[in-house]
């Protein structure tokens, strides 16, 4: 069984600064890519970021400049720094991992921009 677990979130004031972590444990011999998606209320999930076993990253045009993704791979632990939050930035962030064939979800973390 693989698991991934979120932390890091919480209520952060606009122009401010989280920074989210997520560790998979489990049965797990390497993992491919990792990233981090988000979901507002009423809204569909959307990718934010995603970082390969090599380092290569890509991001959302929203976040783009703002927020960094990066991972350990000894530690299976992928982050995410976000930076010059803003209120549309406010979602449950979600870590996904591909471990062998199978794409596993983490159980998410709430951010929320707000004065």
């Known amino acids: 069984q693989v698991q991934l677990v979120e932390s890091g979130g919480g209520l952060v004031q606009p122009g401010g600064s989280l920074r989210l972590s997520c560790a998979a444990s489990?049965?797990?011999?390497?993992?491919?890519?990792m990233g981090w998606y988000r979901q507002a209320p009423g809204k569909q999930r959307e990718l934010v970021a995603t970082i390969t076993n090599g380092g290569s990253t890509s991001y959302a045009v929203s976040v783009k400049g703002r927020f960094t993704i990066s991972r350990d791979n000894a530690k299976n632990t992928v982050d995410l720094q976000m930076n010059s939050l803003k209120a549309e930035d406010t979602a449950a962030y979600y870590c996904?991992?591909?471990?062998?064939?199978?794409?596993?979800w983490g159980q998410g973390t709430q951010v929320t921009v707000s004065s």
């Open positions: 996904n991992a591909y471990i062998g064939r199978t794409l596993y």
């Open positions: 489990g049965s797990i011999f390497s993992i491919a890519a």
